[in-house]
C-alpha cells in the first residue's frame, strides 16, 4: 500500500502543479477506492498494521484535502493523534521506505485473487479450494488469500490437476472438474455464436455501399461503434473460451 500512496501522490502532485484538476481526481479517486478501500482495508481485517494504517490514513486524507477541504479537515481534527495540527498546513506526503519484496508479494497476491474471484463468479462456485505447489509465501499468507477471494480452502500439494490460474507465473489452481468447466464453456460457446452472428450482419450492413451513402451520418457512425463493440465482446469469449479449453 505504501509504494501505491507514494507514486499516488507523485503523480497527483503533478497533476496539480501544471492544473490538470481533472487528471489528480481521477488519480486521487483510483488510488482511494481501488487500493486503499478495496484492498489495503480489505486486507487489513484479518491482520492490523496500525502504523502503516495511520500512514496510510493521513496519506489519503492529505491528498484529497486539495478537493474535499472541509470534510478532510474535520475528519483530521477528529484524529486522536493529530494533536493541534492544521490538515490545510500540513506538508505533502513524503517518501518512506519499504520492503520492495513484501510489496511484489502483495501484487502477486491480488493476481491471484482477481482471477480466483472472475472464475468463482463465472462458474457460479459455491466453495473452491486453491492448490499450490511450491510457492512459500502462499503459505504464510493462505488465511488472507482464502478470505479475500472467498475461497473454503487453501492448499500445497506436489501436483494435482484443475484450472490453472493463467495471470501469474506461480503453480496453483481451481479445484474445477472437467464436467463444470465443460458446461461453461457450451455457455460461453453460444454467446459467441450469438456476437459473431450480429458482427456479421454488422459488417454486411456496412459493407453495402448504398448505406453508407444514404443513411444519415449518425446512423452510420452508430453502426461502426456497435461493430466494435460486439468486436470487443467477441475477443472476450474468446479468451474465456481458450482459458477453460485448458482444463
Known sequence: MLNKLQHSSQIIATHLDNYRFSEAYEALYHTVWNDFADWYIE???GSMNESVLVHALETVLKLAHPFAPFTTETVWQALPWSGTSILA?????EKVTFDKKLVAEFEDIRTIVSEARTIISNLGLLKSTLYYTNVPFLASNADLLKRL???????????GHGLHLTTTPYTCWLDVDKATARQYIN???ERHNGYQESIDKLTARLANKS????????????TKEQLKDQQALLATVASEISRFSTT
Do not use: C, D, H, I
Open 211 to 222: 448505406y453508407v451513402k444514404n443513411a444519415p451520418k449518425e446512423l452510420v457512425a452508430q
Open 149 to 159: 477471494a472467498g475461497l473454503s480452502g487453501v492448499r500445497e500439494v506436489a501436483s
Open 89 to 93: 498546513t500540513a506538508s505533502w506526503p
Open 43 to 45: 486486507a487489513s481485517k
Open 187 to 189: 455457455k460461453l460457446t
